[in-house]
Structures are given as C-alpha cells and as structure tokens.
C-alpha cells in the first residue's frame, strides 16, 4: 500500500476532519481547532496513532465521541491509498475459493498471535480481494466491508484459533482449564471484532478515494448518539444517551433556573409606577414591576411503553426524574393498553436505568389481555382512574408514537385531560411525514393538544427546555 497523499495539504485535510466532525454533532469551536493545528504540530506526521490521540485530546470533550471521531480521522488521514501492494484498482479480480481459503489460514495465525501489523494488511487484502462490486467503466463500482465480511466469516474461526492459542502453550500449567478456555474465548472475539472493524474502515477507505473524502465521511460514518432517532436506536446508543441523563439534566435546570427568574419580574404595575413618578415631574422613569410569587409547577408524564417506542420513553422518564428538584411534585404513568403509575419505579430506577422498562412491564400493570397499545383505552382509564392528578398548576406531557392498532383514539378522554391542566403537550417520537400514515391518529390528538415531533435526543431537549413551565 502506498504512502498517503497530501491532497489540500495538512490544514485542508484537519480542516476537513473538523468540519465533517460538525456536521455529526460535535461541539467544536476555533479554539479546540487551532489547538488540533498546534498538536499536530508539536508531534509531527511520521507516527499517525500519536497524530490520532493528539487530534482527539484536543477536539474531542466526551469520550463517548471516539465512536465519531476515530472513523472519520481514518478517512481524512488514512493508514495509505490505493490497493495493497501497489496494485491498481483495474487490476484486481474477485477472489477465488483457494484465495478465500488461504486468506483464512492466515488470518488463524494473526489472531493466534494478535499481530495487529498483519490484521491490518489482511483486511486491505480481503476488500481488494472480495469487496468489489461494479463497474469501473459505468462508474457504479466500489467496495463493501458486508460483501468482504460475508465471504471471509471471521467469526467462523473462534475455534481454530483456539486450537492454535492452545498448541502454542503446550507444556504450561493446565489448571483452570474451563475458566482459562472461556477468557481465551472472549479475547480471541475481541480481536476478532477488531478484525472486522479494520475490514469496515479499509472498505470505507476505497470508496472515499472514488467518491470523496468528505461525502463518505459525512454519509457513512454514524452520527452521534443524541442525533439517532429513538426509533432507529441500538442498544449501545441507548445505553450511551442514559449514561448522558445526569450531565444533560443539570444543563436544562440551569436553563429552567434562568427562565423562572426572568418570569419572577411580572408585568408593570402601573398603579405604582404612576405614584413614583411624582418625583420626577410625571415621568415614569422607573418602572415598577409587579413581583410575581410563583408556585413550582407540578409535573404528569403519560408514556407510551410498547414496542420501539419504549426507548424513547423510558429515557425522557429518566431525564424528567432527574429534574425533579424543578418542580413541586412529578407523577409518572406508564401505559400498553393498561394505565399504572410508575413513579416509585422511575425513581428506584435511577440506580439502574438499563433494567427500567423491565421493571416497568414487570411489576406494573400495563397491559391487559394483548400486548399492542391501545391508546383509546389508555387514555379513558387515565381519564377514569387518575384524573384527579390533573389540575390547575399541572402540565401534562404525553410521550407515544399515537399509533392505536386501528382501535378508537379516544378523542373525548383527552378532551378531558386537556380540560383539567395548565397545558398539555404531546411529543411523538414518529416524523411529521409518518403522522397521517397507517394507523396513526397524530393529526386527530394535535387537534386537541400541542403535539410535537421529537425524533432524538437533541430535539427532546430543546423541547423540554422551551416546553417545561417555570
């Protein structure tokens, strides 16, 4: 494999990098940036892991932003260009069963050794050997990390590995033997997931080089967890926003803080400032304000817990129970097509937010005869069980994606709701586009509340620092 080329230079290429990084969510401000150009220049370009680690010690802010970051630095500063070995793109042909076969063999004996030099030159191997797909001629060609992953099946090789780890220390003690084998296993998929990790990063290499650094670094690279919409999102992005709950929470009580001071002046009293413009000949110049003694608001949070959207819900349940020293009471309610509440478990639930919506749909009674929501029911045995939580000085959040399974919404139920409370507001998980499809009643429920469309983390932010009352 060839050196890498300096296309648009050092600063263009780290230029890139933060650009790209932006565009994914990352906080990144000229100072961060002029401290990644003087990094780089303190350390050099002749070792590129020292340039990584630099880059990111003075970019990154959260270690959680490695999962952004160390992709897209492969694309603008990568290990080198072109094929392995120098071979051009033309010249490569789809590897054969004998290929595949020996290819194998020796990716046994790299994991066997951990030889990460060699990892790296098998996975440029493997893409130009089975990745390709296209033409060159018609512009459609590129490579595939799947197609090289499916071909080669490196997880198939747990046990040749094994057997080559256990040959080379013959002769060592032997006791302990199933505890020894279980941790060799769990290290050789390790370094197996590593492997395929550096087939996904060479893949996305080739095609950078064909179609630009800076579109497949934008468009093949995950976003960060806040901006994956809850609908779409994996358990290590679900996992990565409730460890984010406490930090985001504290943010947003700096912001309610603010607003509940600024709400503390109230309007003119006119009466007053008349008064005090005796003084001054009739001329009020100073404005007195009525002092407004606001009582802390009282919270109702009514979530939706089936399916795909109990993600989405459980995290908002989370945030909110961290915001509670905001408010003068919260009540939490948790529904499938059975309404309970569930306060005591979302506060209980702060010491292990990952087993929430277990203990949610375990202990608590949310569902009835069937497990698809029912929101007409949800919302007439609220209406029927719980209104008295409603009041005067409460807002109502209701979190779902007002999906009904073709069964009555209820309409009148959440009349009643909104008849009782300060404010009602409805956060949909679902994009506007997705709100008059199938059996979504979204449009019938906006008719009666504030509905609002709230896809990731970064929007339910936004809107529960604009939306919570003061």
């Known amino acids: 494999m060839t050196a890498p080329q300096d296309e648009g230079g050092v600063t263009g290429r780290l230029t890139g990098l933060v650009g790209t990084l932006r565009s994914h ?37 959260q270690e959680s932003q490695r999962a952004v970051f160390d992709p897209v630095f492969d694309l603008y500063f990568p290990l080198g260009v072109g094929a392995p070995d120098g071979r051009g793109d033309h010249a490569r042909e789809d590897g054969g069963d004998a290929d595949r076969n020996a290819l194998r063999e020796r990716l046994v004996a790299a994991l066997a050794a951990n030889d990460q030099a060699l990892l790296g030159r098998l996975a440029a191997e493997a893409v130009d050997g089975f990745g390709g797909y296209g033409s060159s001629s018609s512009g459609t060609d590129g490579y595939s990390s799947y197609q090289t992953l499916s071909r080669l099946r490196p997880e198939t090789l747990l046990t040749r590995v094994l057997a080559a780890l256990r040959a080379g220390s013959t002769g060592q003690e032997t006791g302990g033997a199933a505890f020894t084998d279980r941790l060799d296993a769990d290290e050789i998929r390790r370094r197996i997931e590593g492997f395929r990790e550096r087939v996904r990063t060479e893949a996305r290499r080739r095609v950078a080089e064909r179609r630009g650094t800076e579109e497949i670094a934008r468009r093949a690279v995950a976003t960060t967890a806040d901006r994956v919409d809850f609908l779409l999102a994996g358990r290590a992005h679900l996992d990565e926003l409730r460890r984010a709950v406490h930090p985001l929470a504290r943010r947003l009580a700096t912001r309610l803080a603010a607003r509940r001071r600024r709400a503390a002046h109230g309007t003119i009293d006119l009466r007053r400032t008349l008064r005090g413009s005796l003084s001054t000949g009739g001329v009020p110049m100073r404005p007195v304000l009525r002092r407004r003694r606001p009582a802390r608001p009282e919270l109702v949070l009514l979530c939706d817990v089936s399916g795909s959207v109990a993600g ?159």
């Open 312 to 470: 989405f819900a459980n995290f908002t349940m989370l945030l909110v129970q961290a915001l509670h020293d905001q408010f003068s009471k919260v009540r939490v309610f948790a529904f499938v097509n059975r309404v309970d509440e569930v306060t005591d478990l979302v506060s209980r639930g702060a010491a292990d937010p990952g087993g929430l919506g277990a203990r949610i749909l375990g202990q608590a009674t949310v569902t009835g005869w069937h497990g698809s929501s029912d929101y007409g029911t949800s919302l007439g045995e609220f209406a029927e069980r719980f209104l008295d939580v409603v009041g005067p000085r409460s807002t109502v959040f209701v979190l779902g994606d007002a999906r009904t399974n073709m069964s009555d919404p209820n309409l009148p139920a959440l009349r009643q709701i909104a008849g009782r409370a300060r404010q009602v507001y409805w956060l949909n998980p679902e994009g506007r586009s997705q709100w008059s499809a199938g059996d979504s009643a979204a449009y019938a429920y906006a008719e009666l509340v504030e509905m609002h469309e709230c896809r990731n983390a970064r929007q339910l932010s936004a809107l529960i620092a604009r939306l919570l009352p003061v």
């Open 25 to 61: 969510g990352l906080r990144i401000g000229p100072g961060e940036t002029v401290d990644a150009a003087a990094a780089l220049e303190a350390l050099g370009l002749t070792d590129r892991e020292r340039i990584r680690e630099g880059l990111a010690a003075a970019l990154l802010h």
